[in-house]
């Protein structure tokens, strides 16, 4: 054996030891981008059937899609997820929980970025310029980071337009201009087609099916088409619906008295108190439900729990 080699090698594996060492020890200090985006299944399970009341669809689908697209090393198009229903229901709640489960951080993650229509585009004569910045912003950010995370949050106050301005990243591309977009994930939540979603609830009620005997199909197709139909639905006439570019349309169900007083018994356990059924009772009791007949599904779904449980 070589001595001179041998040291050569000592060396070059002592300064690769010392690399993916600072690497690891920096990593542990400030965020890094996961190299291979990486789900623990069980755990997102877990999380979704224990906090989230009330919507086996949204549960389901979410899953499956999130699984099924960091299990595949070379997805041929970035995820993209349509979260729709009414206020109140869980959308911002799941993406809170799913930006989690991609990077630790969640929100506060610098791989995941959160816009709201009338806070970031306020202005519709300014669509073209808004246009040009998310262009840029998500460019800037995949670059940097491959499993970036993009939510919209408000799609439904968004001006018709603005969101096809990503489209070319949405598709099937390989690279654009360098930077592949394949591995990035874009959550877009809306009111638009709660109305359609709460009437497929009612038939099921008015009907005696079970709420959870809803299925995806029962509302996917429905949903698609009566968001490309709603000029206030900020996919109106997409590009992005009818390119197919949304993977899957995910229906939130108003939620009903039952699920708000989980939302309470949830809330107070969060705060450290014990659960007092009177209280929680109470709470549900000042929500407001609808349809007028009936009152089944609460209007702002748990929205406004936390501060009613303030004033008990
Ligand atoms: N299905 C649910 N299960 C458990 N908690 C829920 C659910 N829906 C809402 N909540 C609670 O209510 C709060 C408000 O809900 P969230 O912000 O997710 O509603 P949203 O559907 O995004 O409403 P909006 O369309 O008005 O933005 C959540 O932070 C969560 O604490």
């Known amino acids: 054996i070589d001595p001179i080699s041998v040291s050569v090698a000592l060396g070059a594996a002592s300064v690769l030891t010392g690399l993916v060492t600072y690497t690891d020890l920096y990593c542990r200090f400030a965020e890094c981008c996961p190299k291979k985006q990486r789900l623990n299944e069980t755990a997102l399970k877990?999380?979704?059937?224990?906090?989230?009341?009330?919507?086996?669809?949204?549960?389901?689908?979410?899953?499956?899609?999130?699984?099924?697209?960091?299990?595949?090393?070379?997805?041929?198009?970035?995820?993209?997820?349509?979260?729709?229903?009414?206020?109140?229901?869980?959308?911002?709640?799941?993406?809170?929980?799913?930006?989690?489960?991609?990077?630790?951080?969640?929100?506060?993650?610098?791989?995941?970025?959160?816009?709201?229509?009338?806070?970031?585009?306020?202005?519709?004569?300014?669509?073209?310029?808004?246009?040009?910045?998310?262009?840029?912003?998500?460019?800037?950010?995949?670059?940097?980071?491959?499993?970036?995370?993009?939510?919209?949050?408000?799609?439904?106050?968004?001006?018709?337009?603005?969101?096809?301005?990503?489209?070319?990243?949405?598709?099937?591309?390989?690279?654009?201009?360098?930077?592949?977009?394949?591995?990035?994930?874009?959550?877009?939540?809306?009111?638009?087609?709660?109305?359609?979603?709460?009437?497929?609830?009612?038939?099921?009620?008015?009907?005696?099916?079970?709420?959870?005997?809803?299925?995806?199909?029962?509302?996917?197709?429905?949903?698609?088409?009566g968001v490309f139909n709603n000029k206030h639905s900020g996919l109106w006439r997409s590009r992005l619906i009818d390119r197919n570019l949304i993977d899957y349309f995910i229906p939130f169900l108003p939620l009903e008295y039952t699920h708000v007083k989980m939302c309470v018994r949830a809330e107070m356990r969060a705060r450290g108190s014990a659960v007092d059924e009177d209280i929680v009772t109470r709470v549900a009791d000042e929500m407001t439900f609808f349809p007028k007949d009936e009152k089944i599904y609460s209007d702002r779904g748990c929205k406004t729990v936390q501060s009613r449980l303030d004033f008990q």
Not at 51 to 71: D, P, R, S
Not at 137 to 159: P, Q, T
Request: hydrophobic share 40%.
């Open 46 to 225: 877990l999380e979704l059937e224990e906090k989230l009341f009330g919507q086996h669809l949204a549960t389901e689908v979410i899953l499956k899609a999130l699984t099924g697209f960091t299990n595949n090393n070379n997805p041929r198009k970035p995820l993209t997820l349509s979260l729709h229903g009414w206020a109140g229901t869980g959308k911002n709640f799941v993406s809170q929980i799913v930006a989690e489960n991609l990077h630790a951080k969640g929100l506060k993650s610098n791989f995941v970025h959160l816009f709201v229509s009338t806070l970031h585009f306020p202005h519709e004569q300014q669509t073209k310029l808004y246009q040009d910045q998310l262009q840029q912003w998500i460019r800037g950010n995949v670059s940097a980071c491959a499993s970036s995370v993009f939510i919209f949050d408000e799609m439904d106050k968004l001006h018709p337009g603005v969101i096809d301005a990503i489209k070319p990243f949405l598709d099937y591309y390989e690279q654009i201009d360098g930077v592949s977009y394949r591995k990035a994930i874009f959550i877009f939540l809306s009111n638009a087609g709660g109305d359609l979603i709460t009437e497929t609830a009612l038939e099921f009620w008015r009907t005696g099916r079970k709420r959870e005997d809803i299925q995806l199909k029962d509302m996917e197709h429905v949903l698609s088409v």
